[in-house]
């Protein structure tokens, strides 16, 4: 079985993979995503872990799914996981599952959250929908906070600006599904809002449609 660092190189490897296969820059992807090119960077370097919303992100412009971008999974007419043969990945989130299958149109994860870890701030176009399987978690959407209970799900327009934060004592574990429909090329993804400060990246406008 392979450990963590392995697995963080594999996924470093795919991200690459597929960036090149696109035939895409660093430039350009930031461009697409709102991410950085640096940032990027690192990620393909396994310097850095993604995020899960960075996965959904990227999911989104490569046009494949979320467990395309973390495993190899070749599947026939259906999808089955076995308990025991989920790989869990560690991301800055906290610890995520890939449940879904290679089909690009949903992405279904399993991400468990620890005390006091808030998630970055994402934005993907598609829907959400997140439900929370034990503990609890504070749920932001475009600035307003909901207290999500064991039990409770909400879902929501995900290119609105939305983040999760453990505020408990104990592991929040939740269930995230997404649509990844990809989109155009030439539709990039406006930017997340940022804090000020040395690592707000400035970003040239998108070319208008013709």
Do not use: C
């Not at 895409?24 to 709102?34: R, S």
């Not at 999500?148 to 939305?162: C, K, N, Q, T, Y």
Request: net charge negative.
């Amino acid at each position: 079985m392979e450990n963590g660092s392995d697995i963080d190189l594999l996924v470093a490897r795919r991200l690459r993979e597929l960036r090149v296969r696109s035939g895409m820059t660093l430039n350009a992807l930031a461009e697409q995503t709102g991410l950085s090119a640096p940032h990027l960077s690192r990620l393909e370097k396994g310097e850095r872990q993604p995020s899960v919303g960075t996965l959904l992100q990227l999911a989104r412009v490569y046009g494949v799914s979320v467990s395309e971008l973390v495993e190899e999974r070749r599947g026939g007419d259906y999808h089955l996981l076995r308990a025991a043969d989920a790989t869990a990945h560690q991301g800055p989130d906290g610890r995520y599952t890939v449940l879904s299958g290679p089909q690009a149109g949903v992405s279904v994860m399993r991400v468990e959250l620890p005390p006091g870890r808030q998630s970055e701030e994402a934005r993907h176009a598609g829907e959400e929908w997140l439900h929370v399987l034990s503990g609890s978690a504070r749920f932001v959407l475009d600035g307003e906070p909901i207290l999500l209970e064991e039990g409770d799900a909400v879902h929501f327009d995900s290119g609105r600006p939305h983040s999760l934060a453990n505020d408990g004592g104990g592991t929040a574990t939740v269930l995230i599904v997404s649509t990844a429909a990809p989109a155009p090329a030439h539709h990039p993804m406006p930017p997340a809002r940022r804090a000020a400060g040395p690592a707000a990246t400035a970003r040239r406008p998108a070319a208008p449609d013709r």
